[in-house]
């Protein structure tokens, strides 16, 4: 029953990212406590403990390997580990504060008087009960990841030996053992003192009612397997429970086995159903193309294609033995999609399109977020001096107010005489309910002075309603976060609801990451944390980086690290570190938006070429999976992890094993090239010369291959859109969609033709 770790899999770390951890001092005091304990000084090494958790408890300490928990998890982890002198020591200190916390929690519904007693007196005899009361709680708010962190609180019973989930385990055993061997196996199997597994409650029904809420969150998300794994071990452990359970008054065990048959039917009747594969409707026409190239760039890249195409072709016929790797052009931009608009930066410049006809939008943006002449500029052919000019480039137009500008090619568009205020947009954008979320850099230069000229730079972060004709809904000035020092934001913001996340490092410490959390209607600064220290110039940050999950934010910054944290307060929970590849050898790939699904974190990070599991509890490493390279997208299904990447692979999400995957073999000749789509029953995954349509529930094809034309073998990213498939290749941008362009567009300055194979069959008309 030892954890399971499926694939050449190192865990030791290799990455760049290094957790903020606490003092010397504080390790010193924790080994300290060990050395009393064994003196059986019970209250000498209480009030050590105690202290500790006052005055160090947000801080991190090493766990074990590339894991992290902090001080006050250790403390409370030692004293329920405490000897029976010892805890019996503890709890007539803390009993009158624990029953006195409970009593105002259960009688007022206080949340944050059971908060105390779970994280400040875990030990006492009123911890379990604690813990049971807020999984209750956040069950019945459908926070699920909380529900199950607080349940495995509550007894030891909830944890899988040796550290992993309980389902993990279960799912290794054999599924006809006896459930008295079960039971007594299970109660007497070795807990690792690494992991956060309470004393034995007092009350033997916690048990009972902890495997009962476990299993009900497992129905709320559709998990029936786990479900009924848990429903086992509840049998083994509680059989003859009873208590309420849907509305009434009843046998807990024959009531839950009832409700895991029927959602288990209504799985299956789901299954039987037809994919839902015309979700963006019949793909039948090249609807519009815009070039993200000037010409010669583009000949440039198709010369490298078809070179390439050549060496491929030689190699078939044996002229020569080997050619070198293939070389593939990604995509270099990220458009932010809305129904109706497809907005990206380039070359300093926002530009956006309508999503169905591809025609530019002309908007407008506020005269401060412009290029403009502000404070500096004299120009005399106009007779205004220091006025301002604002220029804006949009959707491929120039909106000009004022006389005497010049485009220059790094596409700002100034006076003709000084430079200043010059407005440089960065991407990535975030589209989000119609705001427009971007960062902005101001240059400004001071020549006032004779044979001097001072360059300064300032950073933006902004949003644009642009239903509001693009009004500012929201300013964060890099040199305002902090008096007496510039902050600089490191990325696109992450929107979840009211909140916007950045990352962000200062000027005075350019290898320290920091996430701020900001709300989106006053822009107000919520809180700051630092996660801790990597080479932020290397990391991959983008909208992958971060998800939500109830109470629980988990970030996956790059360099190797994925952290915890308090949604409402931004304290840290636990931080791992996983193991890095080499940026020369791993593939081309994006960082794959992580996954939250029946207490485990599951993630693709974009510096790994591993897919990895994580407890969402404890940061616990659970299994990791090697995807062979490319973009990997994951996509949860009812019954599998279904990762996309160069091969198509449904995993087991328990213990990682490759259920089925699509080529069957490695060496089929059929690879993924980009970044796939998915809607609801459909996944288009793009190859080299054609996109592949396939159910995420069977695998099966869902519609013909659509030929790529003029993409072929570049590799292009996939996007969704309700006006067809959005292609993005280095060179270009192509919507496939439902309607024929009023006029077609041309690849590779040839008319589209369709390919004489079978693929025509795709309906596809030029």
Not at 56 to 78: F, I, K, M, P, S
Not at 115 to 133: P, W
Not at 398 to 423: D, E, K, L, S
Not at 657 to 681: I, K, N, Q, Y
Request: proline share 7%; with cysteine; hydrophobic share 40%.
């Amino acid at each position: 029953m030892q954890a399971l770790w499926f694939g050449p899999c190192e865990t030791r770390a290799q990455g760049r990212f290094q957790p903020v951890t606490a003092s010397t001092a504080v390790e010193r005091q924790l080994a300290q406590f060990e050395v009393v304990i064994e003196d059986q000084l019970w209250d000498e090494a209480i009030d050590l403990l105690e202290q500790l958790q006052l005055e160090h408890g947000a801080e991190l300490v090493e766990a074990e390997t590339d894991r992290y928990e902090t001080v006050g998890t250790r403390c409370q982890r030692a004293l329920c580990r405490l000897p029976p002198e010892g805890l019996q020591a503890y709890r007539r200190r803390t009993e009158s504060s624990a029953t006195r916390e409970m009593q105002r929690g259960v009688q007022r519904y206080d949340e944050a008087a059971l908060l105390r007693v779970a994280t400040e007196m875990l030990a006492s005899s009123k911890g379990a009960g604690a813990a049971l009361a807020l999984g209750e709680i956040a069950l019945s708010a459908g926070d699920f990841s909380a529900a199950r962190r607080w349940l495995t609180l509550a007894t030891p019973e909830a944890c899988g030996p040796y550290g992993e989930p309980l389902a993990v385990t279960l799912a290794t055993l054999d599924p006809q053992a006896d459930p008295t061997k079960l039971a007594a196996t299970w109660r007497n199997a070795p807990r690792p003192t690494t992991t956060a597994a309470p004393t034995r409650p007092d009350d033997d029904s916690v048990v009972g009612k902890a495997l009962t809420r476990l299993a009900v969150c497992s129905l709320h998300e559709g998990d029936t397997r786990r479900a009924a794994l848990e429903l086992r071990l509840l049998e083994a452990l509680s059989p003859n429970i009873a208590g309420r359970l849907a509305g009434r008054e009843q046998p807990i065990v024959p009531a839950l086995r009832s409700m895991v048959r029927e959602a288990q039917a209504a799985n299956d009747a789901d299954n039987d159903l037809p994919a839902d594969s015309e979700l963006v409707g019949p793909l039948n026409h090249w609807s519009w193309r815009i070039s993200l190239l000037d010409a010669s760039a583009r000949n440039q890249l198709q010369a490298r294609a078809q070179q390439q195409q050549r060496l491929r072709h030689m190699q078939q016929l044996a002229i020569i033995g080997q050619i070198p790797a293939e070389q593939l052009f990604p995509p270099r931009l990220s458009p932010a999609l809305s129904a109706e608009q497809v907005v990206w930066v380039d070359g300093g410049r926002l530009h956006a399109h309508n999503l169905q006809d591809g025609k530019p939008l002309a908007m407008k943006i506020p005269e401060e977020w412009t290029n403009t002449a502000n404070d500096l500029a004299n120009n005399p052919a106009d007779g205004r001096r220091g006025q301002a000019r604002p220029a804006f480039r949009f959707g491929g137009g120039i909106v000009i107010n004022g006389a005497g500008i010049q485009v220059r090619n790094n596409g700002f568009v100034t006076p003709r005489t000084t430079v200043t205020g010059a407005i440089s947009w960065k991407g990535p954008a975030v589209l989000i309910d119609n705001t427009l979320y971007c960062r902005l850099y101001r240059q400004v230069i001071d020549d006032s002075t004779p044979r001097r000229r001072l360059v300064t730079t300032r950073e933006f972060l902004v949003g644009l309603d642009l239903q509001r004709e693009s009004k500012v809904v929201l300013e964060l000035d890099g040199t305002a976060l902090e008096e007496g020092n510039a902050w600089t934001f490191l990325a696109a913001p992450i929107v979840q609801g009211d909140r916007l996340y950045t990352f962000s490092s200062p000027a005075s410490d350019r290898g320290s990451l920091w996430l701020g959390c900001f709300s989106r209607s006053t822009s107000q600064e919520i809180w700051r944390t630092r996660l801790g220290s990597c080479d932020v110039t290397g990391v991959s940050i983008s909208d992958g980086s971060l998800v939500a999950a109830g109470d629980t934010l988990f970030v996956v910054p790059g360099g190797g690290g994925v952290v915890a944290l308090s949604h409402q307060t931004g304290k840290i929970r636990w931080a791992s570190n996983y193991a890095t590849s080499n940026s020369s050898t791993l593939p081309r790939q994006a960082p794959s938006t992580p996954i939250v699904r029946g207490g485990m974190l599951f993630l693709a990070p974009a510096d790994a070429a591993d897919v990895y599991a994580f407890d969402t509890s404890t940061g616990q490493p659970v299994w990791c999976w090697p995807h062979t390279g490319g973009t990997p997208l994951l996509i949860p299904t009812q019954e599998a992890l279904l990762v996309a990447g160069e091969r198509l692979a449904w995993l087991d999400p328990l213990t990682g094993h490759e259920l089925r995957s699509w080529p069957a073999s490695r060496h089929a000749g059929l690879r993924g090239h980009g970044r796939a789509a998915v809607t609801a029953d459909e996944l288009f995954w793009p190859a080299r010369n054609e996109i592949h349509c396939v159910s995420i529930r069977t695998g099966t094809p869902t519609r013909p291959p659509i030929p790529l034309g003029g993409f072929g073998g570049e590799g292009v990213d996939l996007y969704a859109t309700p006006h067809g498939l959005l292609v993005l290749s280095s060179t270009a941008m192509v919507l496939i969609g439902t309607e024929p362009a009023e006029k077609e567009p041309l690849l590779s300055g040839e008319r589209l033709k369709l390919s004489d194979s079978p693929l025509a069959s795709a309906g596809l008309r030029p």
